[in-house]
């Protein structure tokens, strides 16, 4: 058996394509057009990256991109007043803070202050307790990338036994109150699991969100699984310079599995398809199309 290869790059486009459609409508309609703010606190490399990309996508899309940086010696008292100002400006329709944050800074408290309808990335509180319960919310957005990439080759996840390794708030929480939601039977593996891999061999969906490149051997797929690897892990290659993986090792894991996401090109394309759509729903929502 080898896997079906789940191209999250080319569903991201698709999702961008829908994103960037809606866009122009609600333009010609209402003369709204979205707008994202990106906060950026300090230097880091990979965090501009980050920021440039998500700048760039809004604009293919049609948004307004308003990038705001701060330099690391920002308190969060300034932070926190920048966000408050972002929060009231109505030209603003969502709003993310880039992560990390300098560590005299309270990550908690710069996403509580966030208003809920402009959380694009789905991780203030009233938008969890949201989507626990089962409500319309702004869900996180690769936990999102993640159940879109799983329906493209299991529509109907009814009855399915997944497992999720991993339980942080960004990934690992949100994904399973997913699953749960598509009428899953979910487990949530983490440090403390006893015999991964046979919870790993049970498993019809497999989501893999624990930080360790390959940590999860071939041998511990179920033959015909469904694996989504959320994994991005830097690790030395064998010219000397670095690659990429996931935190499944996809080499082995392709000779089981029934289709699986590649590290890169599968989650991460998706993350940022599935902002916009985010940063479009609060618009709506703060419109009152939603």
């Keep these: 058996m080898t896997a079906r290869i789940i191209d999250g790059a080319a569903l991201a486009k698709s999702v961008r ?16 057009k979205p707008g994202l703010a990106v906060v950026l606190v300090g230097e880091n490399p990979a965090s501009q990256v980050y920021v440039r ?5 809004c604009e293919e899309v049609g948004f307004q991109s308003y990038t705001q940086k701060l330099p690391a010696t920002a308190t969060e008292v300034e932070l926190l007043g920048l966000i408050a100002e972002l929060n009231e400006n109505p030209q603003v329709h969502g709003i993310l ?4 944050l300098p560590p005299d800074i309270n990550e908690s408290s710069v996403i509580n202050a966030i208003h809920p309808i402009k ?11 949201r989507l ?22 299991l529509p109907d996840m009814r009855g399915k036994k997944a497992l999720v390794v991993g339980r942080s708030n960004i990934v690992g929480k949100p994904v399973a109150m997913m699953l749960l939601q598509a009428d899953c039977t979910v487990t949530v593996a983490h440090s403390r699991t006893r015999d991964l891999p046979e919870e790993c061999r049970q498993a019809d969906i497999l989501i893999a969100a624990i930080g360790k490149p390959e940590f999860i ?3 511990w797929i179920k033959p015909g699984a ?7 892990n830097r690790v030395p290659a064998a010219d000397g310079k670095t690659k990429l993986v996931g935190d499944v090792a996809f080499a ?3 000779e089981r599995a029934g289709a699986i996401t590649p590290v890169p090109g599968g989650v991460g394309p998706m993350t940022i398809a599935c902002l916009l759509q985010n940063t479009l729903q609060a618009t709506m929502m703060q419109s009152g199309w939603a």
Excluded: W, Y
């Design 17 to 32: 394509a829908g994103v960037a459609d809606h866009t122009a409508e609600l333009l010609k309609r209402q003369g709204i």
């Design 53 to 57: 990309n998500k700048s760039r996508a």
């Design 97 to 100: 803070v880039q992560l990390p």
């Design 119 to 129: 959380d694009v990335d789905g991780f203030h509180p009233v938008n969890a307790g």
């Design 132 to 153: 626990a319960s089962g409500l319309m919310s702004l869900v996180p957005c690769t936990p999102q990338g993640c159940m879109m990439l799983i329906r493209e080759v």
């Design 217 to 219: 051997r071939g041998d």
């Design 226 to 232: 469904v694996v989504i690897d959320v994994g991005i």
């Design 252 to 254: 082995e894991a392709v």
